[in-house]
């Protein structure tokens, strides 16, 4: 960023101010890059994706577990679109893995039918249910009664993706301030005053005409730090913790693709599932926890073994205790709701709160990796449509 934010007494405008370089502030920096000059991302830790970004499954998703119309939908399949010819051409690993959500229990099957009508409903391709004998044709370990298979499912490299957002916005000159903490904003007139402290400690401020807060799990905290009432507005999130147990080399050959269970009601997650990676190992998770506090903290559980081996086992009976081993952990930023009812990404401008070119990106969780850049997309309409 600029050494210096004030000449003369003057104190700087800057055009674009994005807050947040999570996955999200990433590719929406790069896309406003494109068209728009003088673009600063703020980011509070020492380097991109420190947070729910780098601490997932890494799975691009095909579209299939959200409602009709939602942003959700609308934004992951479109991003899956987006994603997949992204990383073909600029040599992102990936891999286009396919996936089967598994029916293990008569009681599931109905589920399992609802998600497939209501995904196809959603847009999302490559579907169809298959029966236990054509999922033993490509998962001969794996039990069930029937599953629904996703073709467009797969899996990619985020940090390298986050990676070619980073240097293809800095190649369109957007400017990037690391250990940068926001810790005042002020309506003013013309747009916005930004305080903000550095790695040593020293604050400054600066001026900008329109600002993106995809500050992931501050995201509410920052609204709320430019006057919005977020308890009033929906905006308020919970954190919810994510477990993953790596599965021994012994056996993560033992699947071909990605498993799924069928999600139970009310749960915070897909459920305890299996995913490969790129380099041909598999982990378990994650589970969902909602956490009492906004502590980041991300250790693995070890006493969650047996409930992650017994979750798994359902579907995949090779699977034992001894197989499992700590991995990982990572926070969702999930909008507050009474009885985990599903809740839609909140993308908004926000003139009709007062706020003319202050645009939210709150409790973007899964898939927001998967719908990254058709989400950089809608915001750079925001700006388009409203800011001319």
Known sequence: MRDVFVYESVMEKINITVIGAGVVGLAVAFELSQKYKDIFVLEKHYSFG???????????????YYQNRSLKAKLCVEGSRMLYEICAKNAIPHKRTGKIIVACAKEEVAGLEKIFSDAVACGAEGLRLVSLEEIKKTE??????????????????????????????????????????????????????ITVR???????????????????????????????DIDKFGYRLDYCKGQYFRVSSKKAGLINSMVYPVPKPQAGGLGIHATKDLAGGMRLGPDDLYLDSRELDYSVDIKRKALFCESAKVFMPFIEEEDLFPDTAGIRPKIKSQNNEFKDFLIREETDKGLPGFINLVGIESPGLTASPAIAKYVKNFIENTHK
């Open 198 to 228: 550095d790695a040593n400690s020293e604050e400054f401020s600066f001026v900008t005409n329109i600002l993106i807060n995809c500050a992931g799990l501050n995201s509410d905290l920052v609204a709320q730090m430019a006057g919005i």
């Open 50 to 64: 420190r947070e729910t970004s780098s601490r997932n499954s890494e799975v691009i998703h095909a579209g299939i």
């Open 140 to 193: 001969p370990n794996v039990t069930a009664l029937v599953g629904l298979h996703s073709a467009n499912t797969g899996i990619l490299d985020s940090h390298r993706l986050m990676d070619y957002f980073f240097q293809k916005a800095k190649g369109n000159c957007a400017e990037f301030a690391f250990s940068t903490e926001v810790r005042e904003i002020e309506k003013i007139n013309g747009g916005y005053k």
